[in-house]
């Protein structure tokens, strides 16, 4: 009896004793693989072992990957190649949203001279468009044009499906309900290797216009009291399929920065601190408050111009019968 009961102390200890550390590096590495990035960067926190699995390059460059498909872009997979821990700088950047913004630059020479978009448009959770825009920012022409990149234009071919699609995406656009997209825009400064997330995930608005019958879908991310910027996705009005998508930024007033102004909103949220992604209704709200403040600004600028058109009438009047009593006054004296 007392044998039994050692030895079933003894398993107990060893049973004890044993910990995820024991488990084989491959086993581990696997179960890393099904991780997130959130999750995959908490697992590094736990034990010194995990870290050092959970840095593995190969790890980080696989979630990217499969994060956002167009990363699998020649330039792109050279760009972040450049060191063992680009890929995780990278998750880092691109993953949490930007922080709201303080101060912006006034220092042209410091703003970025190119900047590559990374876009993935997924419906359902479906990859439907995976695609790279490179754009020059260095230009007279962009820097003092309204600030816009263009992903995909109705005025342009339609583009060969993408390798990296899906099968059953690349065989057959299905129809798309607009209410159902998601979206990543990573906005990317190749000369600093610094990324952000430029737009929200989910719709903050959906409209039908009100002449062609087409669905617009507004992606935003409000970087403070005066600017957003945001991705506008038209919808064909049978299908829905996508026939635009833009990214401009905008300012309170409802007018598109130029290209100057644009990259300075982009340099200072690049260069800002991050913060947790954020639910759908709270992207939703905050864009609704962006624009309740935009409607507010319109209307006391309203106010003020019928103000000063009503002060303008009053004294044209007033000036208007001066001259009048003057004219009468020497009509009455030549009279007499």
């Known amino acids: 009896m007392a044998t039994q009961s050692q030895a079933a102390r003894g398993t107990t200890a060893t049973a004890t004793a044993t910990t995820i550390e024991d488990l084989h590096s491959d086993m581990l590495i696997r179960a890393l693989r099904h991780l997130d990035g959130p999750a995959l960067a908490a697992a590094s926190c736990a034990t010194t072992h995990l870290r050092a699995i959970a840095s593995q390059p190969d790890l980080w ?4 990957v499969t994060t956002w498909p167009s990363l699998r872009h020649p330039r792109l997979l050279r760009l972040l190649s450049s060191s063992p821990n680009a890929h995780r700088s990278f998750f880092s950047d691109a993953f949490p949203s930007p922080s709201p913004l303080t101060v912006l630059t006034d220092d042209d020479a410091s703003l970025p001279s190119e900047l590559i978009s990374a876009v993935d448009l997924y419906h359902q959770g479906a990859l439907v468009l995976s695609r790279v ?17 263009d992903a995909l234009d109705r005025k342009d071919p339609p583009p060969p499906p993408s390798p990296t699609l899906p099968a059953a995406a690349a ?13 990543s825009w990573v906005v990317i400064d190749p000369h600093r290797r610094r990324a952000m997330i430029a737009t929200s995930r989910h719709p903050v608005a959906v409209d039908r216009h009100w002449i062609t019958g087409e669905t617009v879908v507004r992606f935003a991310s409000v970087l403070g009291e005066e600017c957003a910027l945001g991705v506008v996705v038209t919808c064909g009005e049978e ?7 833009s990214l401009m930024a905008e300012g ?9 102004d644009g990259l ?3 340099q200072a949220a690049i260069e800002g601190d991050r913060k947790r992604e954020e639910a759908e209704e709270v992207e939703k ?12 600004r319109k209307e006391a600028a309203a106010r003020r111009e019928r103000v000063v058109d009503l002060a303008c009438l009053a004294v044209g009047g007033a000036a208007f019968l001066a001259l009048f009593a003057i004219a009468v006054s020497r009509w009455l004296d030549r009279a007499v």
């Open 61 to 64: 460059r696989d979630l990217c």
């Open 133 to 149: 825009v490179e754009t020059d920012t260095s230009t007279l022409w962009f820097r003092g044009a309204p600030f816009r990149i």
């Open 171 to 183: 065989a057959a656009e299905p129809a798309i309900s607009p209410e159902d997209l998601t979206l």
């Open 239 to 245: 299908t829905g399929h996508v026939l635009e998508m």
């Open 252 to 260: 309170i007033d409802g007018v598109c920065l130029n290209g100057r």
């Open 264 to 266: 300075a909103v982009i």
């Open 285 to 296: 709200r905050k864009w609704e408050e962006f624009v309740g403040r935009r409607q507010r």
